[in-house]
């Protein structure tokens, strides 16, 4: 490599005195001579620890900061640390005394590296593809740092912080398998041999996510599209995944041990594990060493190629999205009904024209997704299941889109909103209406075509109107949840950036509305075939008198809390 | 406590937030139909003092009221005041237009009746060509622009404007000034705060000049100018600011 020109310029590019250019830096110091590709490197390096530094500092800086956060990782931390191994300890020390049998189990071995495949594979194409502070960090690349060290400390410290949740875990089941195998050595291996599975994984995933991003910039995909196909991918991945782990699995839920052939032909992963536990006693053959030499190979190739990529995708000029920003619309009847009405449809054309703003939604997919797990095994329960699971699911729906939170997510507009309404009562109720319409949609539209297929037209409309009152009270629940437990602060979920409401109070909202759909869907179903009136009529009462206390007590309870909010709250 | 001609009244309104006094026992009296300019160092106390005038925080101490609605009583305040605060309170998502018809919405007001004079300020302002585009898209300018036309179109009897030019072009900014005297002239009052001072200067009936909290000096533009640097002849407003927040340069001024 030359040392290049002596005046102290990178050929072709700019006199930057001394900042990196287009390709040709010098040493980052001004009048300083220019780089060789040894000393660019060296400085690339340097560069991008300080900045992968910086950012794990202020990560940490941030949760030390915030008494929510530090239990919500100590949290995370027993879950990992020690709930997880706990539950996996019969299956782990099981695994540890076979791999000291000396006759190491390689089908079992090769689940868990797919486990740890799959795993590194999914860190690394999220981290890939939630590229959010790529726009922010773009003045810097363009002003500082190159823009490989750029890439690689930004690669760096994602990596580290998405693959640290799993750190507790990976140790306390090493530790596990060690208690097994009554010695280090087994574990040692098993740390070792994973390490590269991982990290190629986490490499190849880091492609596929920047590969997925770029596509949907090039070909400038509406941002309902990527909501399709995220939701696409996510049932697809669900029940790839549940269907790949009852194929993994025994009669017994044990380890079926080995890994079903349909998804990986010649079972690479089983004669990897025969390379890696060969000192314990297991048969190498020729497939595991080339098996372990790709990963080995893919490690730093697939780095650097990611490296590379992120680097011009930084530098790229984005193409930009023109469709669709222009033309108003007005109210439709029947939002012109009332200013709530008005308010209501606002919430709604905005969601329609950037669904992120249901982002925090994700849960309440997971948990569906999670439930409907029975249909999966046996499609023909749609019918049975379907008209109460789409009721509760609307009803849940209504409340969490826009009620749990209100306000929070506003919290930019706060000067306007607060200054603006003699009560913020019309706001909520805009609130309110906005999510009715998205719950019913789910609860009536899905819940009754399915009801009307496979129950009376009685039962179908007494479940619709249950819809509607449930989701009603749901939403005003919600409301409520949101007052006790407001959340002003942005932060980062499913890759958009707000004021998320409280996963916690979500989760714990989707449960609650579970057992209360749940009681409501069966009292219904006991309602219609009962012979006497007196006994439903006890338990509606009763029952309806519990969702008002506690729709109508959110929604009060959010009014009063509101209207006295002070921007010294938030 | 409220006279029928003052539009904003402050007596010791004082904001402590932990050990640090924001705004310290202020005293202000602003007549109705007049401009007052609001002016301050960075972390003077301005935005906070506005924003306990409009109810968005509340005062420690002290009291204060808007056409005489104590500022505490925002369910009345609101019908009195127009609030352009220093970041445009905007949705990306809807378009200039539908920004204005959910603003007045909010106050229960039909589009109808605010949307002559919305529209007139739009013009006025350049504004009305791209009143369709989503607001993502605006500049910074088109969405201050946009703010304070929503801040000002149900015609409120006190507005108050945080850094209203900041972002605008000259000729907008121009245009700007000249809506704030034709506000100012149909007895509305409006309370300015800015760093810019020859905005104040050219525009302002009144300024008050608050400092760590305090308010040291108040009067008209002229008086200040003419009290700056022992009433030297070539002495402007910035030479009394300057003279009046202590500012290490004031003696480089002239």
Redesign the interface.
Known sequence: MSDGPADGRGSGGRSTGGRPTDGQPTDGRPGSRPATWRSRIRNDVRDARVLARTELRCRVRDVRGSARKLLSVAFMAFAFGVFFPLVLWGVATGFGRALASGSPPLGTAGVAFGGIAVLGLYVGGASGFNQEAAGAVGPLVRTSISPTAMSLGRLGSESIQATAVGVPTAVALLLEVAVGARGPVAPALLAVASLPVFLAALAVGRLLGDAIRYASEVLRVSLWTKVLVFLAVTVVGYVGSYRFVYAGLDETGGLAGALPPAFLPGAPLQAYAGVAFAPLGADPRPLGGLVAALLLAAVPLGFAAAVRWETHLLLRESPGDEEQ?????G?PWPFTAT?SA??AW?YL??TR??PR?LAHLGPLLFGMLGMGASVFRNPGSLLTVGPPAATIAGATVAGAAYCMNPLGDDR????????????VA??LRGRVLAGLVLGLLLAVGVGTPLSIASTSVVSTLALAGFAVVLSLAGAGTALGIGAVLPRFERREYMSVERAHPSTIALICYLFGGLFVGGIGVFMVAWSVDAHSLLLPAIAWTVYLAVLALFGGGGYVAAVRKF?RL???ET | MTEPSTAILADGLTKRYGSTTAVDDLDLAVESGVVYGFLGPNGAGKTTTMRMLTGLVEPTGGAASVGGTPCTNRRDLVDRVGLLPEKPPLYDELTGREQLQFAADLRNVRWETVSDRALELCEALDLAEDLDRRIEGYSKGMAQKTAFVQAVQHDPAVVFLDEPTSGLDPRAARTLRSQILDIAASDATVFLSTHILPVVEEIADEVGVLHDGHLVAEGAPDELTAAAQGGANDADLEDAFLELTNEPDAALGR
């Open positions: 920003t222009s033309g108003s619309r109210v200013p008005r308010v606002r054309l905005r024209r950037d703003m930019d507009q706060l000067p306007l909103l607060l200054t603006s309404t003699r009560s019309v706001l209207d002070t921007l010294d």
